[in-house]
């Protein structure tokens, strides 16, 4: 296909739908359809076109006729060169509406499961400001507007410290005001940079791996702690001591000041020694009186207060009376264990991290919980014959996998030891739709609860009850 076929301009185009990933859904003249990043359902748009596919182009909205009534004013000034919140220009309760109609597409289409009555999506109660995990880069060379570019001027300081422009590796876009972490995580991060700035601290030059300051991580707790990790990229004492003392001295509040030196040409910490400079190496997150320590490799939800409803609702699905054997499958730091082991006999959970299973039972010691084991292992390989017969056979089954879902020897293990419930939750409900249709002969779908984790944004958690036929 010529370069000029390729790329087309369609007037006048209605967006119909939202679709995966956070692109809306409108249909071009000749049938196919167009997934554009920058528009709402219900927007009258013309499109030019830069990617054309056999049953599909994607494009972008270059001129809009009519605005959608589904629209919203977005509150960030970064909205739409960021790219992490892409919902923002569409007002909430319809963010939940697309994201339900994706769950259900997603079960019945792919999944052909058949669904009962569809419980309608648990909303966030905190629509922005509910993060308690942020990462942002330091760079030497922040992304530019069109029109920094295009007025040929000096455009002066490029530092920045900010967020990775969608699909380019060594741009940061310099946050001014982030709406998903609350204060003081704005302070925290414009206060770093002008420091940083004032004290002639290098900024980081991914292109060229050169510069001192890589990464800062921000983490907070409902319980009110807070971490802040400074990523170097060289070990220069009298720097890192002077931009650690600033935060110390600056922000009395962080009860948890580390730092890691990493020289490697990935910022990825999980290979790196983390090192305290003050106050405590990790945080506590409280959750119905059960206390988890976080450290700063730790996994934990990045929604603390939704974290809590979608718990509940995984306990309220397993349906627990005291008597039952539970296996929390892929448990991670085993909340989710934790959660249920006071309703159950006992709960066995099982994860690959091993740090993660040393936080689990460390997590378990400290809130004096006695009828929860953690092992360690690859699922596929330890969820074996050998591990049902040395551990029980589970009467109930909790599963919350990665995004890929569980993997296919471990769904069958499932339906070899055919427990009478299992309760699946998922970050991916395409992955789920898959894993529960080679279960669909034994296994019937009775509940299924779409929780929002991640107002703003296209993702979408999916909590699904099976018991046996």
């Not at 739409?80 to 963010?95: F, I, L, N, R, T």
């Not at 009110?224 to 922000?251: N, S």
């Not at 009478?420 to 992955?431: E, W």
């Amino acid at each position: 296909m010529s370069r000029k076929k390729r790329k087309q301009i369609f007037t006048n185009v209605e967006v119909v739908d939202a679709g995966a990933k956070g692109k809306t859904v409108a249909k071009a003249p000749d049938g196919k359809v167009i997934f554009l990043p920058n528009a709402v359902p219900g927007d009258v748009v013309d499109v030019q076109t830069f990617k054309a596919r056999k049953a599909y182009y994607e494009g972008k909205a270059t001129v809009f006729h009519k605005l959608s009534d589904k629209r919203t004013e977005p509150a960030c000034e970064h909205f739409g060169v960021c790219g992490g919140c892409k919902w923002q220009d569409m007002a909430y309760e319809h963010q939940l509406y697309y994201k339900q109609k994706e769950v259900t597409n997603n079960l019945t289409r792919l999944g052909h499961i058949e669904l009962p009555e569809v419980t309608p999506i648990l909303g966030s109660a905190n629509q922005y400001f509910y993060r308690n995990k942020m990462e942002f880069s330091f760079s030497d060379s922040r992304w530019l507007t069109l029109e920094e570019v295009q007025s040929g001027e000096d455009v002066g300081d490029r530092n920045a410290l900010g967020f990775h422009i969608p699909g380019m590796w060594d741009k940061i876009l310099d946050v001014k005001t982030c709406h998903l972490q609350q204060d003081p995580s704005n302070a925290i991060r414009n206060s770093v940079k002008n420091f940083a700035i004032e004290n002639g601290l290098e900024f980081f030059n991914t292109r060229n791996q050169t510069g001192l300051l890589r990464t800062m991580m921000i983490r907070t707790s409902t319980t009110g702690d807070i971490m802040v990790l400074i990523q170097f990229f060289k070990e220069d004492k009298k720097q890192r001591e002077l931009l650690l003392d600033f935060i110390a001295d600056k922000f009395p509040e962080v009860t948890s000041l580390l730092y890691v030196i990493n020289g490697k040409a990935n910022d990825t910490i999980y290979d790196q020694e983390v090192i305290c400079y003050k106050g405590d190496d990790h945080i506590f997150e409280e959750m119905e009186g059960l206390k988890f320590k976080i450290n700063a490799k730790s996994f934990y939800q990045t929604n603390s207060e939704q974290a809590f409803e979608l718990y509940k609702i995984t306990r309220d699905f397993a349906d627990l009376s005291g008597d039952e054997l539970v296996y929390d499958l892929y448990t991670g730091t085993g909340t989710i264990a934790q959660f249920v082991s006071r309703k159950a006999k006992k709960v066995v959970g099982v994860e690959a991290v091993p740090d993660a299973i040393l936080a689990a039972k460390e997590n378990a010691e400290r809130n004096n919980i006695t009828n929860c084991e953690f092992f360690v292992g690859d699922m596929k390989n330890v969820f074996n014959q050998e591990f049902i017969d040395t551990h029980g056979v589970p009467d109930i089954i909790i599963t919350d996998p990665p995004r890929d879902g569980m993997h296919k020897d471990v769904v069958q293990q499932i339906l070899n030891i055919a427990p009478k419930r299992v309760v699946y939750v998922s970050c991916n409900s395409a992955t789920q739709a898959r894993d529960l249709a080679l279960m669909n002969d034994m296994y019937k779908v009775i509940k299924t609860q779409a929780v929002d984790m991640f107002p703003q944004t296209f993702h979408v958690e999916n909590v699904v009850l099976l018991e046996k036929r």
